[in-house]
């Protein structure tokens, strides 16, 4: 498997405006490419993945809003893994000195960073063995092992020292994964490690040890019909300006309890355009999330996203499935974030042609992007905003002020499926 080698760091001023008021933000930065990659072809594990992703999420976000009325720390939920992750984003990161290269998949909901899935930990001088155990839950994988701090690497420029990083012992659904790089809120490291609250995660220890300016990060995705391209990037501590069009438009993050440990927004969705939208998703809470392939949906609003569209569940796949003449009539899929409405033009809805044998469809068939989330019911996190949404928009996580930006970019309305 090819290794994605990192970029050298790009110092570069970046425009930001806000919603409401508009405001100039000046930051340098450091960028890290990322690389999409496929882990398994047929079968549903790519849908399946993701339900048990997002059951898992949903748990977890349940069992800490339980616990925080009770005062109470989080509560440890545990899920049987299941089938392997089936296409996400991967950077290759450094670990130790000298760093040994690790291929980890870029997560922004989880927070704990670890390695040794795949490819073994190899201890150098700046390894220190906190004795301390860690584990954790995704759905759809798991792992456990030790905490240790090591020296990670990011980019050149781009070090932290006195990392916590899981070893793993144990790893399950993580082919072609080394581990996992935890972009998510400092919250979601709570009781993962014994006789620790939480670990600062490894953009919290960027800002705290001055090798970032700002404690934000601006993730860019391009579409990409084929595997194995380097067609994503991350930006440490600014944004990007060369990778968005217009402005970055912010939305807190939700006071939803159960969303609000990720990184948690509140948007609504149309379908159509002008005054024939038709509404599929009230106002609600949900999550951003890198580690999601697909945009997930709760099930009414799933329900009425069939009804518009007139696709169908295909029983090989487990994608959504639209005929040649109702792909003719497919219109717009509408997010509206505080206020700002981001537009999936009907080519942004389809899971792309060149890649259908990937999962086990058919070369001609018309598969869409979007999936149920898997419960019965609203239960606090009603979406998922998949890597197959943020393809078509810059996104922003500013920890410092708890809020999550987005904006067009020049692939928002692009013809690649």
């Known amino acids: 498997m090819a290794k994605f080698y990192l970029l050298f760091s790009v110092l570069c001023t970046a425009s930001v405006v806000f919603a409401s008021p508009v405001v100039q933000i000046r930051d340098s930065f450091i960028t890290v490419p990322i690389a999409r990659k496929f882990a398994a072809a047929g079968s549903r594990n790519f849908v399946e993945a993701d339900r048990a992703r997002a059951l898992a999420l949903i748990s ?15 509560a440890a939920v545990g899920a049987d893994p299941v089938s392997n992750q089936a296409v996400t984003y991967f950077a290759s990161v450094g670990v ?3 760093p040994t290269q690790y291929e980890l998949i870029v997560d922004t909901g989880s927070s704990n960073t670890w390695i040794g899935a795949n490819k073994s930990y190899v201890k150098t001088s700046t390894s220190v063995d906190t004795e ?23 980019a050149p420029g781009l070090v932290i020292e006195n990392q916590s990083i899981g070893v793993a012992s144990t790893a399950n659904g ?11 809120p400092v919250d979601l490291t709570e009781d993962t490690v014994a006789n620790t609250q939480t670990v600062p995660t ?28 380097t067609n994503g990037e991350i930006a440490f501590g600014g944004i990007d300006s060369s990778k968005f069009t217009g402005s970055i438009n ?20 149309s379908y159509g355009s002008g005054t024939l939208k038709v509404p599929i998703l009230l106002p609600s809470a949900g999550i951003v999330d890198t580690g999601t392939t697909l945009i997930l949906l709760s099930p009414g609003a799933y329900a009425l996203y069939l009804a518009v569209t007139g696709a169908i569940p295909d029983q090989t796949t487990g994608f959504l499935k ?35 044998t990937l999962i086990g469809g058919k070369e001609d068939a018309n598969y869409l992007i979007v999936a149920d989330i898997g419960t019965a019911f609203a239960e606090g996190i009603e979406f998922v905003n998949g890597y ?19 904006a067009t970019t020049p692939f928002t309305n692009a013809t690649t499926n």
Do not use: C
Not at 63 to 74: E, H, M, V, Y
């Open 388 to 406: 197959t949404f943020l393809e078509r928009f810059y996104s922003v996580y500013d920890t410092t002020n708890r809020r999550v930006g987005f």
């Open 250 to 269: 912010y939305a807190p993050t939700t006071s939803s309890p159960v969303a609000s440990k990720y990184w948690g927004i509140d948007q609504s969705i």
């Open 202 to 229: 490894v953009t919290d220890n960027l800002f705290a040890q001055g090798a970032i300016s700002s404690n934000v990060m601006g993730i860019s995705f391009e579409p990409t019909t084929a595997d194995g391209v």
């Open 60 to 74: 977890r976000g349940k069992a800490n809003a339980a616990a925080r009325a009770r005062g109470l720390s989080n």
């Open 132 to 154: 301390n155990a860690v584990s954790v839950s995704y759905g759809s994988g798991s792992f456990s092992g030790t905490e240790y701090l090591d020296t990670v690497t990011l």
């Open 96 to 98: 130790g000195s000298p």
């Open 322 to 356: 639209i005929s040649n003449a109702n792909l003719g009539r497919l219109q717009n899929l509408n997010f509206k974030i505080n206020g700002v409405t981001y537009v999936l033009t009907p080519n942004a809805q389809l899971w792309p042609h060149s890649l259908n």
């Open 174 to 184: 993580f082919e072609p994964a080394d581990g996992i790089l935890g972009l998510g």
